[in-house]
């Protein structure tokens, strides 16, 4: 399953490698691409973890950068 996001004020290149990074890293993700020039989020990862995913991908954007917001694109 692919689900993609818009970082909303997302303003800091290393920032959004950190993301990536970290994302990368969870349990169930396949892969997670930044894209800090579009601020899209694209994770890619296994269905039945999905949810859980998300809601760790956004406590780990939260923690990164509390002033963007994870919305659905």
């Known amino acids: 399953m ?3 996001f818009i ?3 997302l303003d800091c290149a290393d920032c959004a490698a950190k993301m990536e990074r970290a994302i990368n890293k969870l349990d169930g993700v396949k892969e997670a ?8 989020l694209v994770i890619e990862g296994e269905d ?3 949810s859980t995913i998300v809601q760790e991908a956004e406590k780990i954007v939260r923690n990164i950068e509390p002033d963007t ?3 659905k694109a």
């Open 48 to 50: 039945e973890k999905m």
């Open 69 to 71: 917001v994870m919305k």
């Open 33 to 40: 691409t930044v894209n800090f020039m579009t601020q899209k």
């Open 7 to 9: 970082l909303k004020g």
């Open 2 to 4: 692919k689900k993609k």
